[in-house]
């Protein structure tokens, strides 16, 4: 029997992983143009760290976590969302001591839940954090930065919602209204709704049965039981908001999964997705680090699922660079494979970055031209008994009409830097040059790749 893939949990071949890396990159460089760093955190946490943060009565604690005892018989959940345990890495090493924190990790998360598109049981987040800023100037970078890899990646058909969930107080009145509203139509609610009646009624409000649609709609609105100081706040972040020309919608009904929101919320949406249409969602906590035994801390976030990225990347035409090879050496007999390894390497060594693919397996002239023309590589470096006596290589341009030429080997590390330059310049190149990742040549052959 073959092995296969545990349901949800897909396989990223090399042909979709380039995309990935692609989108990985530019979202990466946006995050740190705005001067937040790196954490990378366990995807194992303790139970209890999840039950706190997230909530006892969601979805999520309820059904959802991969949960088991270790072999200390303690209690380990396979970390179904990233804010907790960077929360917990900040309170464990004093990252919040009189310090401001401007944080991402990106990696994968674990949810049981019934696989579809868009939305499965391992899958994948890039999560950026901003921790010790109270007011709503932070909100603001946090959505304007999303905006921009928008803008990076070309991407369009997204729409951003907000609201505001006001403070613990604000929600505590505002869940009593709900309650009283939603208890006088019990008889018309579905079985989780009555289920979160008595213990998170706002999680009603982001149900998606249509049924329930029309009750929701008349539900109370939290906006009208705003404290004077989260009106301010939100009044402030939509200000920010207009003046960096960021087009939003407020949507009233608007909720996050988790316990731990207050204040701002948002989300960006798409309809190019089917029904999983949410890219990248978040808000304000700015209770959780002091309920997780920190020093109160205000802080806000957001969460980007990378699978549906990549979909909306594609289903907007975004094509990644190719990743193929610049030079792929065609060595013929035993000889010109020696020296085909030498060469290769004092080229990787000479011009920074260049990727190179050395023929491996033997096979005929013709055959190994096949393969570097099928490699997507720009030139063959042809390598024969022949060359390898005259201490010379054929370079052979693979993807326009130029002649191959015969070149000396001390000097090929510069002749083919300046042809790959001149490619660049002139537009010839089989990538996008401007995306390509070789970056650097060393100062005497004078190649450098944006």
Same mark, same amino acid.
């Given at each position: 029997?073959? @092995? ?11 042909? +979709?992983?380039? #995309?990935?890396?692609?989108? =990985? ?19 194992? =946490? ?10 006892? !009565? #969601? ?5 959802? *976590?991969? $949960?088991?005892?270790?072999? /200390?018989?303690?209690?380990? #959940?396979?970390? @179904?969302? +990233?804010?907790?345990?960077? !929360? ?9 001591? /009189? ?5 991402? #990790?990106?990696? @994968? *998360?674990?949810?049981?839940? %019934? ?42 058909r997204l729409v951003l919602e907000l609201n505001s969930l006001g403070s613990l107080e604000t929600r505590r009145k505002y869940r009593e209204s709900l309650v009283n509203y939603f208890s006088a139509v019990k008889s018309k609610l579905d079985e989780d709704s009555i289920r979160r009646l008595e213990q998170n009624p706002l999680r009603i409000l982001d149900s998606k049965n249509p049924d329930m649609q029309e009750l929701i709609a008349d539900a109370p609105i939290m906006l009208d039981y705003l404290d004077d100081e989260s009106a301010q706040h939100f009044t =402030? ?14 949507? @009233? ?13 948002? =989300? ?22 002091? %309920? ?11 969460? *980007? ?15 990644a660079p190719d990743a193929g090879p610049d030079v792929y050496i065609v060595a013929v007999g035993q000889a010109a494979l020696v020296r085909g390894f030498e060469i290769s390497e004092n080229l990787r060594e000479a011009i920074a970055g260049i990727r190179i693919e050395l023929n491996l397996g033997g096979g005929?002239? %013709? ?28 370079? %052979?341009?693979?993807? $326009? ?21 001149? /490619? ?27």
């Open positions: 029997m073959k @092995p296969k893939a545990i349901r949800g949990m897909n396989d990223v071949l090399p042909e +979709a992983s380039g #995309t990935w890396r692609f989108v =990985e990159t530019i979202v990466r460089e946006v995050i740190e143009s705005y001067g937040y760093q790196e954490i990378r955190v366990p995807i194992l =946490e303790q139970t209890e760290l999840f039950r706190r943060s997230i909530g006892e !009565v #969601t979805d999520i604690v309820e059904k959802e *976590m991969y $949960t088991f005892l270790d072999r /200390n018989e303690e209690s380990v #959940t396979m970390r @179904p969302e +990233a804010t907790a345990g960077m !929360v917990r890495a900040g309170i464990s090493h004093g990252l919040f001591h /009189n310090q401001r924190q401007k944080l991402w #990790t990106a990696g @994968p *998360m674990f949810r049981y839940e %019934k696989p579809q598109s868009g939305r499965y049981r391992q899958f994948h987040q890039i999560d950026v954090e901003a921790m010790g800023y109270a007011g709503p100037d932070v909100d603001a970078e946090l959505i304007i930065m999303s905006a921009r890899m928008w803008q990076e990646l070309g991407l369009s =402030e972040l939509k200000v920010l908001l207009d003046a960096a020309g960021i087009s939003y919608s407020v949507n @009233p009904r608007l909720v996050r999964g988790l316990d731990y929101y207050n204040r701002t919320v948002f =989300e960006w949406a798409t309809d190019a997705l089917g029904s999983q249409g949410a890219i990248c969602a978040g808000g304000r906590y700015d209770g959780l680090v002091e %309920k997780l035994g920190g020093r109160s801390t205000p802080a806000i976030g957001w969460a *980007m699922g990378v699978e549906r990225l990549v979909g909306l990347f594609e289903e907007c035409g975004g094509k005929s002239f %013709k055959s190994q031209l096949k393969r570097a023309d099928k490699s997507g590589a720009e030139f063959a470096l042809v390598l024969g008994d022949d060359e390898v006596a005259e201490n010379r290589a054929g370079l %052979k341009p693979l993807r $326009t009409d130029q002649d191959q030429a015969s070149v000396a080997l001390e000097h090929l590390a510069v002749e083919l830097a300046g042809r790959l330059r001149r /490619n660049e310049d002139s537009g010839l190149d089989h990538r996008s040059a401007d995306q390509d990742p070789v970056s650097t040549a060393k100062k005497q052959t004078g190649y450098t790749r944006a």
